[in-house]
């Protein structure tokens, strides 16, 4: 019975952790997405008060990016143009950031003027997929052009990470539906096979999952030890002294194990959690683990020796009653 309540426990912890190995990535991808609403700010009103309020924030946002942890390795073996395009995209902004921190805030506006938001539309989507998320209806606004821009200037093409220089790239529908089955027919191969639990990139479910096993190990092992104690049990029926505080009583040891016992106590117990007894000459100090109205249980500090038990069992067989027995009480 407590071995299947620690089982139930640790599977009710993996149930709980579980959904975390997911939580960051979508809240990368609603930082993605919050970098295009920067971006759209900026490119809609080219002040420079613009530019200055919004660069900090994307700052911050891009800082909060990781994309090793956003595209993993299986994500970037089935859809390669989707991670090359966010690649891009965050790369972009990022030598946006690194400009304007150095004072070339010229070079910034230039990055983030010619950055299109919308090349990443496929990206956002199969994120959201692939991680289970809920802001699939952003990214689908992502391909349409900004209010009083043409589908031409939609289409702006996206800097390369080895120059400033920009390669033309239109953003075609007829492209994006062609991306979007090649997508389906790979994201149920992506899927079946990920999003795998990285352990290593979260270290608190690494630390509770190791818990977890130490406690299931730790169960299970104080079953067993119990389990044998029941099995080695021996009814030996014997008037023993006991010595409660500084008085000294005389009570019925029921049972008997080399790690404790079951007594009678007839009412003298009283609060003490402490005990004494005398056994084969010898005293043996015990501290209480159960009782009720009549009978308790309590441990042994110390094991009792293989002699001792012996003694015991020999002056029971004396008296027919040193065959093992499964009575139930505290060993």
């Known amino acids: 019975m407590l ?18 190995a997911a939580t960051p990535s979508c809240d990368g991808v609603d930082n993605v997405l919050q970098t295009v609403s920067i971006l759209r700010d900026i490119q809609s009103d080219t002040s420079f008060r613009q530019y200055s309020q919004n660069i900090p924030v994307l700052k911050n946002t891009v800082a909060q990016i990781s994309l090793p942890a956003l595209q993993p390795a299986s994500y970037r073996e089935a859809f390669p143009e989707e991670d090359r395009a966010l690649f891009l995209h965050v790369s972009a902004l990022r030598r946006a950031v690194e400009s304007a921190q150095a004072g ?48 031409v200037k939609a289409g702006r093409s996206l800097p390369s990470t080895g120059s ?20 389906t027919r790979t994201l149920a191969k992506s899927i079946s096979n990920g999003p795998k639990l990285d352990i290593q990139g979260h270290p608190f479910l690494s630390i509770a999952m190791a818990l977890s096993l130490i406690v299931l190990i730790y169960g299970w092992r104080k079953y067993s030890k119990r389990s044998r104690a029941r099995d080695h049990r021996h009814l030996i029926h014997q008037e023993t002294k006991f010595k409660i505080g500084k008085h000294y009583y005389q009570m019925t040891v029921i ?6 016992l079951k007594f009678k106590h007839d009412g003298y117990l009283g609060k003490r ?16 683990q159960w009782k009720n109205a009549n009978f308790a249980g309590a441990k042994f500090k110390y094991p009792l020796k293989d002699k001792t038990m012996d003694a015991l069992l020999a002056a ?10 499964r009575t139930s009480g505290a060993s």
């Open 3 to 20: 071995i299947r309540r620690f089982i139930l426990c640790f599977a009710l912890l993996m149930g709980c952790f579980q959904p975390a």
């Open 104 to 151: 070339y805030d010229d070079v910034a506006q230039e990055i983030l003027n010619t950055t299109n938001p919308a090349l990443i539309a496929d990206s956002l989507l199969t994120l959201n997929r692939y991680w289970g998320c809920t802001n699939n209806d952003a990214a689908n606004t992502l391909a349409s052009p900004m209010e009083g821009e043409s589908v």
């Open 164 to 183: 400033e220089s920009a390669t033309p790239s239109t953003f075609s529908s007829s492209e994006t539906l062609s991306n979007e089955k090649a997508n």
């Open 255 to 260: 049972d008997i194990t080399q790690k404790g």
């Open 273 to 288: 959690a402490k005990l004494s007894l005398e056994l084969d000459g010898a005293w043996h100090s015990c501290r209480l």
């Open 316 to 325: 029971a067989h004396q008296e027919g009653l040193g065959a093992p027995t």
